[in-house]
């Protein structure tokens, strides 16, 4: 793959790579997988990367790229990848990020490169499969307070203000990540999709969701 535009780089003699989601359908062309090494829990997660083949716009300020799917979570239905067995019914997430190419914009494609990552499986220090009950779920009860969470909201912890997004404003996310069997939240910030390296145990302190917290506001004197 690619991850550079020139004005000799095409897509239309590589392979594409359709994506079925809830929220529309992605195709990624000259796509590469790239399986991380499992996490501290065994979990191992894979990347989907590659050229955003169905975007629209030119990526001109006036006209910039618009996805077909909005950047962040979503619910992959089926994806059929070339070798490969089909990636069916996960949690994903997704990340876009526009290159720059040179002056008149002479490669046949969007300049916008697209990653999907999801959590794929959970082994032990031997490589052999654990039962994973964790993967792709949206809600998690605290055995200690009997609190439900929705994992796919977003959460402050309580006493903070929330700004907008624009304004800097921060919340903290489930990104599929757990930790001896408790939801981690990652920090995000602004308008970012991909999360800081800030990370908590959502056992850690009290949380109220975004939509609840206290929003700042500018008071005119």
Known sequence: MQFL?????RIAGTDHATLLLAEG?????????????PDSDGRVYISLRGWAANVTGSGDVTDPYTAPVQAGRAHLVRAD??????????????DYYPVGGPGGRTWDHPGYLATVTWADRRVDS?????????????????????RTYDLTDEYLPAGTIRRAP??????????????????VLQLFVGDNTMPSRDSKLITDGEWV???DAPEFKFVEI
């Open 5 to 9: 535009d020139r004005t000799d780089h």
């Open 166 to 183: 624009h304004q800097g404003g921060l919340s903290w996310r489930h990104f599929d990540r757990w930790s001896g069997g408790v939801p």
């Open 209 to 211: 969701r975004l939509a």
């Open 25 to 37: 359908v992605l195709v990624i062309a000259d796509w590469e997988l790239t399986e991380q090494a």
């Open 126 to 146: 031997n490589g052999d499969p654990i039962h994973e009950d964790e993967i792709g779920r949206t809600e998690w009860t605290d055995p200690a307070t009997g």
């Open 81 to 94: 990848l070339r070798g490969r067995q089909p990636v069916i019914d996960r949690h994903v997430h997704l």
